[in-house]
C-alpha cells in the first residue's frame, strides 16, 4: 500500500509539471568547440636499427635486420658477409613521431619506437640515426638516441618474468626537426575555424559571437566551417588577433541524446530529451524448476533391483507488473525517477528507454555502447 501511495504522488507530481525542464547548456569559449584550420599535427615514420641489445635483439631468421646492418655498414666502407651474421644485440625497428604545428628547425621531438621482428626488448639499446618521412616521403626530421622501455624481461623459458612491454619505447626529444611546414595562417587575410562537432545553430552562434564583437567579419560557409575575414588593423598581428576570438563565450547546442552501456548498467542523457506521453508496464514471469533423486528399494524376497526415480516439480509464478502513466511533459531523468520508484533496476530501465524510443515515445537519439 505504501509502494502504490509513493507510485501514486510521484505521478501527481509530475503531471503537475506544465513545461519540459531542459537543463541548460553551459557557456564555453570558442577555443574549447573550435579550432583554426590548418593548425595541426603531422605524423611522421621512418625504419631504423636499435643496436647495444644484451643478447635480446632478432635472430637470423629475421633477414631484414641481417640485410639492413650489412647496407648500413657498407656505407661506412666495410664489408660483411650476411650469410655469417648472427649477432643478436641488433634489431630492427619502426620509428614514430608527431610533428606539431609551428615547429622550428632545431626543435626537438619525442619519438616511439617498436619491434618488427622476433627481438625479446630494445631495452638499453641506441636508435641509430633514423630519417623520419612525412606522407609526402620528404624527410621531416632525424631520430637518434636512448631508448627507455619502462619495462624489462628476466630469466628464460617458464622461469620468465616481463613487466610492461620491452619490445616498444621511447626517446625522449630524440628526434631533431630538420625541415617545417610553411606557416599559411592568414594568407590573404582570411581565417577558418573548424568546428569539433559540426552543428548548424552552433556555427550560427558563433558567428554571431564574432560579427557582434568585430562587426560583419565572419560567414558560415557550412555547419562545420566558419570563414573570417581579418580586420585591417589585425593583419601585423594574427595571433592576438586569433587569441581574442578564441575567447569569446559562445552557448554550443547539441543534438538530443541518450546513451546506454549496456555492460555496466550506465545510463547519460542530455538535458533537452523530451518524451511523450506513455504508459510503461514493468513485470516478468517466474518459472521455477526443481529436481530430486530417490531411491526406489524392492521389496523382501521379490527379486527386485534397486532403482534410482528422478522427482520434478515445476512451479510457475507470474509476478505484479508495475505500471507508471509519464505525461508528455517530463524528461527523461523524469523517467528514469519513476522506474526506480516502482522497483525497477538499471537493466529494466535500459530496456523500457529501448522500447520507447521503438514506439517513438522518446525524441533523442539512443546510442548503445
Known sequence: MKKLFTIATLIACLALMTS???????????????????????????????????GTGDSDKIKQTINSTVSMLKSFGITVDNLNWKAKNVAAVMVT????????????????????GDASSVQGGVLLQTPLLAANGDVYAVAQGSVSTGGFVAGQGNNRAQKNFPTAGNIP??????????DDLGRNGQLSLSLASADFTTASRITNAINAAYGNIAHAANPGRIDINIPGYYRANIVQFVASIEELPVVPDTVAKVVVNERTGTIVMGGNVSVDECAITQGGLSIKIQREENVSQPGPYSYGTSMIVRNE????????????????TTSVSD???????????????????????????????????
Not at 525542464?21 to 625504419?47: C, H, M, P, W
Not at 528507454?353 to 517513438?360: E, I, R, T, V
Open 20 to 54: 519540459t525542464v531542459f537543463a541548460e547548456s553551459a557557456v564555453t569559449r570558442i577555443k574549447d568547440i573550435a579550432k583554426i584550420q590548418g593548425v595541426r599535427n603531422n605524423q611522421l615514420i621512418g625504419y631504423g636499427l636499435v643496436v647495444g641489445l644484451p
Open 173 to 182: 626529444n630524440g628526434a631533431i626537426v630538420e625541415r617545417t611546414l610553411e
Open 97 to 116: 613521431a608527431t610533428l606539431p604545428p609551428f615547429v622550428r628547425e632545431g626543435d626537438t621531438i619525442d619519438v616511439v619506437v617498436g619491434t618488427m
Open 313 to 328: 516439480k515445476m512451479d510457475a509464478r507470474e509476478e505484479m507488473s508495475s505500471s507508471v502513466v509519464i505525461p508528455a
Open 335 to 369: 523517467v528514469i525517477g519513476a522506474l526506480n520508484a516502482v522497483g525497477a533496476t538499471p537493466r529494466d530501465c535500459i530496456s523500457i528507454l529501448q522500447a520507447m524510443k521503438a514506439a517513438g515515445a522518446i525524441h533523442a537519439v539512443l546510442e548503445i555502447i
